[in-house]
Every structure is written in C-alpha cells, then in structure tokens.
T-cell receptor, first 113, second 114 residues
Framework: QQQVKQSPQSLIVQKGGISIINCAYENTAFDYFPWYQQFPGKGPALLIA?????SEKKEGRFTISFNKSAKQFSLHIMDSQPGDSATYFCAASLIQGAQKLVFGQGTRLTINP | ETGVTQSPTHLIKTRGQQVTLRCSSQSGHNTVSWYQQALGQGPQFIFQYYREEENGRGNFPPRFSGLQFPNYSSELNVNALELDDSALYLC?????????????FGSGTQLSVL
C-alpha cells in the first residue's frame, strides 16, 4: 500500500509542446503529493505540490491534476523548453509526521529544440 | 542552492568495508532524513533523526545506522558493504513537526561498492 507507480519511464517532447507524466498511489491516507525535478549530479528539488482537497494546481507552466477517486495525479508542463529536460519524480506522503516521502520510479524527460 | 551540504561527493569502497557519509543541515533545520537512490530509481527513505534520536525508519537492515549531532549535522554509517549498496545517498533537512513542504535535499554522495 506504500507504492507510487509512475509512467512513462521516459518521454521525448518537442519544444513548445505539452509534457504529461502520470502517477498512481495506493494508500488513501496520503494527503500530500509533490513533484520533484532532478538534474544530473543534483538532489531532487520541489517543483510543485498539491493537497487532495483541490483537483488542480497551477504554477506558471506547471500544473498538477488530481483525481482522488481514481487515486491518480499528473504533472503537465506547458510550452516545454529544453531547460525542462530532467528527471521528474512524483511522491506521496502524510503532510505531517515522519516526513517519509514515497517516490515513484521517475520519468526522464527530454525536450528537443 | 538548498543550504544542505553533503560530503564526500563521490566514494569508492570494496565489499565488506564500512563507510561514513556526512550531512550539514540547512540553517534553522533540526531534523535530517536520509534517502537511498539506486540508479534509475526514485529515492527510498532510510531513516530520520531528531534531537539525536532515530525518529522513523524505512525498510533497511540494521547495518545502516546514523547519528545526529547537537549542531544538527548528521552521519550515515553503513557496515559490511554489499554490491547493492551502490547508490546515491541523499540527505534532506527540515524542521521537526514541520511539513513535507519544507523538505530540502542536498546533492548527495555517490557511493560505488566494488
């Protein structure tokens, strides 16, 4: 019940296109769903996060869509740029407590110029 | 930059040896968590330390242990290294009873076990 499944494993998008990454979780107690961006040689950095009381959150070109009944959430990157090329991880946890984040397997995103 | 620093950045050990990794937390953060990230995988929670005591542990054997010091810096120790221990080890700092929204990762230590 602690798994977070992420797809696709890799994604290639043309510059200016929309990148979409999907995640599914099992534990209905989870109440915090962040997305992290990781560049080679760096640690994960928080990109955007959502709580289950809203269905969508937008920050600039990045949008999280959340479907509580399906236990799924997704990251949309609008107007994708070459600088967005990185590995993206979804995660889930309880917002309080031991702060144990359960991560998905990651998606390697490549934006072609 | 997150203000979380880890050392060394890279390390090569042989099977059976012991290793110590170090982490300096972001200023004002009193809690440190350690994660293991195998190649091509997401990070996995190892354990968390607060007030120099272990405060939550993931599915890792006892040969993975840690310390937290009064200045909130931390060490991760791994005994009897195995080939599968080769991974990027990430330290993350936060405030206790703070939310996961305030979790900051360092750049990690890349450990190779030969």
């Amino acid at each position: 019940q602690q798994q977070v499944k992420q797809s696709p494993q890799s994604l290639i998008v043309q510059k200016g296109g929309i990148s979409i990454i999907n995640c599914a979780y099992e534990n209905t107690a989870f109440d915090y769903f962040p997305w992290y961006q990781q560049f080679p040689g760096k640690g994960p950095a928080l990109l955007i996060a959502i709580r289950p009381d809203v269905s969508e959150k937008k920050e600039g070109r990045f949008t999280i869509s959340f479907n509580k009944s399906a236990k799924q959430f997704s990251l949309h990157i609008m107007d994708s740029q070459p600088g967005d090329s990185a590995t993206y991880f979804c995660a889930a946890s309880l917002i309080q407590g031991a702060q144990k984040l359960v991560f998905g397997q990651g998606t390697r995103l490549t934006i072609n110029p | 930059e997150t203000g979380v620093t880890q050392s060394p950045t890279h390390l090569i050990k042989t099977r059976g040896q012991q290793v110590t990794l170090r982490c300096s937390s972001q200023s004002g953060h009193n809690t440190v968590s350690w994660y293991q990230q195998a190649l091509g995988q997401g990070p996995q929670f190892i354990f968390q330390y607060y007030r120099e005591e272990e405060n939550g542990r993931g599915n890792f054997p006892p040969r993975f242990s840690g310390l937290q010091f009064p200045n909130y810096s931390s060490e991760l120790n791994v005994n009897a290294l195995e080939l599968d221990d080769s991974a990027l080890y990430l330290c993350a700092s936060s405030t206790y009873r703070g939310t996961n929204e305030k979790l900051f990762f360092g750049s990690g230590t890349q450990l190779s076990v030969l």
